[in-house]
């Protein structure tokens, strides 16, 4: 029976099996808590008056320590020395190969390579083709790729329409990001007249099917431009006389961290928005697919004294896309409060009610 590899797998138990290896191969003294300080981001010695068993994860290291042990002691006899300690056992690795595992390292990452290159493959039904083809120009992957399409053999798709206009500039829009290149291009919102803009990309964003690009830019709002691909028109050139401003540490993650889509509206604060369900069937789905990472359940569908339904509450800035979002669910949703937010769906049911009263 074949040996397993203790580097084969994922999850906790695979990052503790890496983790304790290389700091073995240090060959210094590695006890438990030195491993789980570094895998929590604690100070070294943090254990030492502190329990480590209340640590997420912590079962998963007491699994993984031994096993790394085991096949150090299996590769060479000997190489492992403990501190001779009861409390605050250590170990140490005093082999003479710096590297006694690393074949069977090799022999996993290879395999994981190999897994990622056929979920590329298969990916090609989700990702944009010409993101696709960008990156994998010339390469054997995206002529096995497109032959097994015209085959029919294609596993996987995605439901979001990708033959979008200006699809293609993704590719380069994420290599100026990468590179830190300022483009510059012809731009025309909705309704606007074209003009010129200078843009320093930062951050790409996808919304129900369609591509936004964020950055710096030569105009208000200087600070998180909002540029639709769609919207680009003509060439996109680069500017290699003025400096990339890059983005402020993790601004986009707080930027987006209370919005649904991409818009922050003018004037809009953070509310607590409650959204009453009006079927079994639609609070069921919003559990399993939320509206928002806020969304929490503040009450379980069931009878009530004036109806069956039940309540979620998300953490947001009202804007419209949280508004399209709740009027795609029709009757099955209802919004409770804020009071302005239920006002704002009123108004727009009583146009769209207007209108199909309407003779034609």
């Known amino acids: 029976m074949p040996t397993k590899n203790i580097f084969a797998g994922f999850g906790v138990r695979s990052e503790f099996v890496n983790l304790i290896y290389d700091e073995l191969m240090k060959g210094d003294f590695v006890s438990y808590a030195d491993v789980l300080a570094l895998y929590c981001g604690r100070p070294k010695g943090y254990y030492d008056k502190m329990a480590c068993n209340s640590e997420p994860g912590y079962g998963e ?41 690393s074949e069977e390292r090799k022999a996993v990452v290879q395999k994981s390579v190999e897994d990622y290159v056929a979920f590329c493959k298969a990916s090609a039904g989700i990702l944009p083709a010409s993101w696709f083809s960008s990156f994998f120009e010339n390469t054997q992957l995206l002529l096995d790729t497109n032959r097994e399409s015209k085959d029919g053999e294609v596993r996987i798709c995605s439901g979001a329409e990708q033959n979008l206009t200006n699809i293609d500039l993704l590719p380069v829009f994420y290599k100026a990001i990468a590179n830190k290149q300022v483009l510059c291009f012809d731009y025309q919102p909705f309704g606007q007249e074209l003009f010129t803009l200078t843009f320093h990309p930062q951050f790409i964003k996808e919304y129900n099917g369609r591509w936004f690009v964020f950055g710096e830019a030569d105009r208000e709002p200087y600070q998180a431009y909002n540029v639709p691909l769609d919207r680009i028109v003509g060439e996109v050139s680069e500017v290699n006389d003025v400096e990339y401003i890059p983005a402020p540490k993790c601004f986009y993650q707080d930027f987006f961290n209370n919005i649904i ?16 369900t009006k079927t079994e069937y639609q609070h069921g789905l919003l559990l399993t697919k939320p509206l928002h990472h806020s969304q929490k359940e503040t009450m379980p569908f069931g009878e009530h004294e004036d109806d069956n339904y039940g309540e979620l509450q998300l953490t947001v800035e009202p804007n419209r896309e949280l508004r399209g979002r709740i009027l795609l669910y029709g009757e099955n949703l209802e919004v409770i409060s804020p009071l302005s937010l239920r006002e704002q ?15 034609k």
Do not use: W
């Open 61 to 101: 290291l007491k699994k993984a320590f031994p096993e790394v042990l085991k096949a150090l002691e299996k590769a060479c006899p000997g190489c492992i020395k403990d501190n001779g300690q009861n409390k605050g056992k250590a170990y140490k690795y005093i082999g003479k190969n710096d590297d006694p595992l």
């Open 261 to 276: 889509g991409v818009t922050h509206e003018k004037g809009a604060m953070v509310e607590e928005v409650i959204i009453r």
């Open 345 to 359: 769906i009123k108004e727009i049911l009583r146009r769209q009610m207007q209108q199909y009263s309407e003779n």
